[in-house]
């Protein structure tokens, strides 16, 4: 069995590569994008500014890591022990949209909330720590480019939104080689975390290898919303894992590589 994870280059892309391996699979990772932080100091100028935020809402795993780096490099506080942001989350304000999320905030110090059951945007909307009215200052963390859902919700709710971003994500070519390979395969199971490194990797396909490899691949996927978006990119074949933990999305690839399709 061949896989073909879409996913960034971090630790938790290389603790599902191993697993994969160890249990029999050619695992591959395909990066079509990189992370870039954004300045400490420019980072840190922001986060003097938001002296009055009252709840803190965190995107994604990346959106932890690079924020607590460029705190520290800055000089500020915000994720000491007994920072603010300590604070906040033991009164239950600070949110998280999944397990993976979670965990960064937790080893960190920081209880996050977490949705019960759908790892996403509407799924933090439900949150009735979240609910309207929403009263106070709600500071979103991660990067551009994002669904842009929580920001004119929450503000609908009363709250008033600031953005602040941390990093970018910027498209990088693949090497030929590792398209060769994807392409190559007669049925790839693709593992995908992120709806924006899945449109990148298939924006570096023409049409007919995007076709070739929707109507030829198994796909598992981290949330009910990216399937959608699979099944809309044309594949059919698609598997949805209950988070974008790397643990979970073992489990999904376990439970779906007995039912690869064979070639035509």
């Known amino acids: 069995m061949q896989v073909f994870t879409v996913r960034p280059r971090d630790r938790g892309t290389r603790r599902l590569l191993a697993a994969l391996r160890a249990a029999g699979a050619d695992a591959f990772n395909l990066a079509p994008q990189r992370l870039v932080a954004c300045p400490a100091p420019d980072v840190g100028r922001r986060i003097e500014d938001l002296g009055d935020a009252s709840h803190w809402l965190f995107t994604s795993p990346a959106a932890v890591r690079i924020a607590a780096r460029q705190d520290d490099r800055a000089g500020l506080a915000l994720f000491a022990p007994a920072g603010s942001l300590a604070r906040a989350g033991a009164a239950g304000r600070v949110f998280a949209p999944g397990p993976g999320t979670a965990a960064e905030l937790l080893h960190l110090g920081i209880a996050p909330t977490v949705p019960d059951q759908r790892y996403d945007s509407e799924g933090l909307l439900a949150l009735p720590a979240l609910g309207e009215p929403l009263e106070g200052h709600v500071v979103i963390v991660g990067a551009p480019d994002g669904r842009g859902l929580l920001a004119p919700s929450l503000r609908e709710r009363g709250a008033k939104v600031t953005l602040l971003h941390v990093y970018a994500r910027v ?87 007995a039912a690869v399709r064979a070639p035509a």
Do not use: N
Not at 200 to 205: F, Y
Not at 233 to 256: C, I, K, M, N, Y
């Open 171 to 257: 498209s990088q070519p693949l090497p030929r080689r590792e398209l060769a390979r994807l392409c190559g395969t007669d049925c790839p199971l693709l593992v995908a975390s992120s709806g924006a490194l899945l449109d990148a990797l298939l924006a570096q396909l023409d049409t007919r290898r995007r076709q070739r490899l929707a109507s030829r691949s198994a796909m598992v996927v981290a949330s009910g919303r990216l399937a959608t978006q699979a099944r809309e990119a044309g594949f059919t074949d698609v598997t949805t894992a209950t988070s974008a933990r790397p643990e979970d999305l073992l489990e999904a690839v376990h439970a779906r590589a």
